[in-house]
């Protein structure tokens, strides 16, 4: 397996990731940044994992988000 040193979502599962997100912010939060149901009518783990297993588009705007979070959390 390559290493990749200069990618921080390498060998980070979406679990991960949504469960670091949610412990900072908050399902209420996440869902004002942003805005899909899976996070603000009735929110799950399991169930936003489902739709951002299938959604493409949603689970890089929350890959974009925890790249964010990593960042602010370095300075």
Same mark, same amino acid.
């Given at each position: 397996?390559?290493?990749? !040193?200069?990618? !921080? ?15 900072? =912010? ?10 899909? #149901?899976?996070?603000?009518?009735? !929110? %799950? ?7 951002? #297993?299938?959604? !493409?588009?949603? #689970? %890089?705007?929350?890959?974009?988000? =925890?790249? #964010? ?7």
């Amino acid at each position: 397996m390559d290493s990749q !040193p200069n990618n !921080p979502l390498h060998g980070v599962k979406l679990e991960q990731i949504l469960v670091a997100l949610e412990a900072h =912010y908050g399902w209420e939060v996440m869902g004002q940044k942003i805005n899909i #149901r899976c996070f603000t009518d009735g !929110p %799950t783990l399991k169930s936003s994992l489902k739709f951002l #297993r299938r959604t !493409p588009w949603a #689970r %890089t705007k929350v890959e974009n988000l =925890y790249l #964010r979070w990593l960042k602010s959390q370095k300075i």
